[in-house]
């Protein structure tokens, strides 16, 4: 009730000039921290009994202590993460209405229209193959792109981030190897033999210059509803620790394909004909 009465849209739309972020967060913690000492997942792991499968002498193989310890370990930090992940959602459930904008902001329109106006974009022109770029993982990432202002929590969001992002990624990297060189030359090689031809599959150098350009085709493509304020919902209230694991790293990706649609140069594209940078900005001016 208290987080209620403050300026909470503020937060996306605004500057946040009181750091409401901060204070949500801190109540968000501080109830974490209270259910996690009412279920006792505050507690050291309780001793366990070691479970004998076999007689010591009958040379078979047992489980041992340490191995038992750390399993015991691992199910309390993954219910941890469900305790926490649940408090999350019901905790943005009832301030979704007040943080996260109701219509599109004036820079949700903004970027809606700059990904418009890059609409035309072919895979070529990120110098990325059409084999890595047209798999079905990549359609439903463009899906699941253009859903994810319809979710409360910011946590979601991320995850569904990364879950496209992983998609996108782990596709084309099979795909690279499936398919071996012929689906993995560089785009302009295909088209011109300009250059030398050049692999990328996940055991040789598939990594950011070619997952950050399929990742930003699948944004463009997907053109997601209020993706500016989805981007900064996400940044603003993602828990700490998500922001260190690959859910962080999507929506830095995210960031990255922002920036790209409001600022793009022709000489961040690949396999341009002569004069085709000109005529497609005329046909969408």
């Known amino acids: 009730q208290a987080l209620q009465r403050l300026p909470l849209e503020s937060v996306v739309q605004g500057p946040d ?18 259910a996690k000492v009412r279920f006792g997942l505050d507690q050291p792991p309780a001793s366990i009994a070691r479970p004998v499968l076999a007689s010591e002498d009958s040379g078979t193989t047992s489980f041992s202590r340490s191995s038992v310890d750390k399993l015991q370990q691992a199910i309390e930090v993954d219910e941890f993460s469900c305790m926490q992940t649940s408090l999350a959602r019901r905790f943005f459930a009832q301030l979704h209405r007040r943080l996260f904008p109701k219509s599109p902001t004036s820079k949700d329109l903004h970027l809606s229209d700059c990904m418009t106006r890059m609409a ?23 899906s699941t792109l253009r859903r994810l202002h319809e979710l409360q929590s910011p946590g979601d969001m991320l995850a569904a981030m990364a879950y496209a992002w992983r998609g996108i990624t ?26 030398d031809q050049r692999l990328s599959t996940c055991s040789d150098a598939f990594g950011a210059d070619e997952a950050t350009p399929l990742f ?36 830095a990706q995210a960031q990255s394909a922002i920036s790209f649609a ?21 046909e969408v001016t």
């Open 17 to 34: 000039p009181f750091r409401i972020a901060e204070a949500v967060q801190a109540v968000l913690d501080a109830a974490v921290s209270y």
């Open 170 to 195: 782990e596709a084309a990297c099979l795909r690279a190897q499936l398919l071996g060189p012929a689906a993995v030359l560089s785009s302009e090689s295909l088209e011109n033999g300009s250059r």
């Open 120 to 142: 035309w974009l072919e895979p070529k022109h990120l110098d990325v193959p059409s084999a890595l770029a047209e798999t079905a993982q990549a359609k439903k990432a463009v």
């Open 216 to 251: 930003i085709l699948a944004v463009l493509r997907a053109r997601p509803p209020m993706f500016s304020s989805v981007v900064a919902y996400a940044e603003s209230f993602a828990a700490r620790s998500q922001m260190l694991t690959e859910q962080g790293y999507a929506l």
């Open 262 to 282: 409001e600022n793009p140069r022709p000489d961040q594209l690949s396999n341009l004909e002569p004069g085709e940078w000109e005529r497609r900005s005329a």
